[in-house]
């Protein structure tokens, strides 16, 4: 049996826009936790006041943060939110349309997720439009406090990293294949 013009035969994984709705359903996905999550702790919680959880190992205080990680840039939050848009606006239009593996959707849809839970906050809580403060709540021992939208970004970072060697290791390899 012959395929139409220009079909494969056999097809090997997800097709492209299998990945890229995958992408946007883990972005989607995340989005709806931390916006979730953030209501809770809203609905739940005293400014301020911490709550223990696990222990000393975790804790629910809810704060506003007009900055980036670790309250730095708390000066910035018309930059930061800029900056957000534009990233968002990139990983849609640049990053997506590009995408061809399983993995790099999983880490793209976590960035997703994170660039739009935090910039939710920046476009419509107070004090306003562009201005907003993110709502962090979730804090471990000396570290900084912070949300579902943080914790996307980071796994994603680290899962960027973790693809970005193995793709060296694997250019690495090709040679010696070759040769064989």
Request: some cysteine.
């Amino acid at each position: 049996m012959q395929a139409a013009r220009g079909a494969t035969l056999s097809r090997s994984g997800p097709s492209r826009l299998g990945i890229r709705l995958t992408a946007l359903g883990i972005g989607l996905l995340g989005l709806g936790l931390d916006q979730l999550s953030k209501h809770a702790a809203l609905a739940n919680l005293e400014w301020g006041e911490p709550v223990n959880v696990l222990g000393p190992v975790l804790r629910f205080t809810l704060i506003s943060n007009p900055g980036a990680a670790f309250g730095l840039g708390s000066g910035s939050t018309l930059a930061l939110s800029i900056f957000a848009i534009l990233a968002f606006v990139a990983s849609l239009v640049i990053a997506l349309p590009r995408i061809t593996r399983m993995s790099h959707a999983v880490a793209l849809g976590l960035l997703l997720a994170g660039i739009t839970g935090n910039l939710h906050d920046r476009l419509l809580r107070d004090p306003s439009p562009l201005y907003g403060h993110v709502i962090d709540f979730l804090q471990l021992p000396y570290f900084a406090i912070f949300n579902i939208a943080d914790m996307c970004i980071t796994a994603a970072a680290a899962l960027i990293i973790i693809l970005s060697f193995r793709h060296i290791s694997d250019a690495a390899q090709e040679p010696e294949e070759a040769a064989a």
